[in-house]
């Protein structure tokens, strides 16, 4: 995946879809497509063209990133199990005081 340094062409940028983390941004600018990403000196874009070329990445960054989440998700999961079921810790209550 290229990455570039996002040109802002005048143009009303539109931001129309986010991934689930907001690492990526779906946008269109002056017609034409692209997805966008806050880098290191601000904001990159990639495949900037029609909706077709512009989408083909957008869909590839995106499996991409469930992949990995769905692989971290698991081991996280995992770390927390000992291997049987856990509760949560009891907390008490005062009790509450019946004027009747």
Sequence with gaps: ??????????????????????????????????????????????GRGTYRQARGVWDDLVLAHRHRNAQVAPAIKRRGSRGGSRSLPQISHPKEERTS
């Design 1 to 46: 995946m290229k990455w570039e340094r996002f040109k802002r062409q005048g143009e009303r940028l539109r931001v129309t879809e986010t991934s689930c983390c907001g690492e990526y941004e779906w946008a269109c600018q002056g017609g034409l497509f692209l997805v966008l990403r806050h880098g290191e000196r601000g904001y990159e874009e990639a």
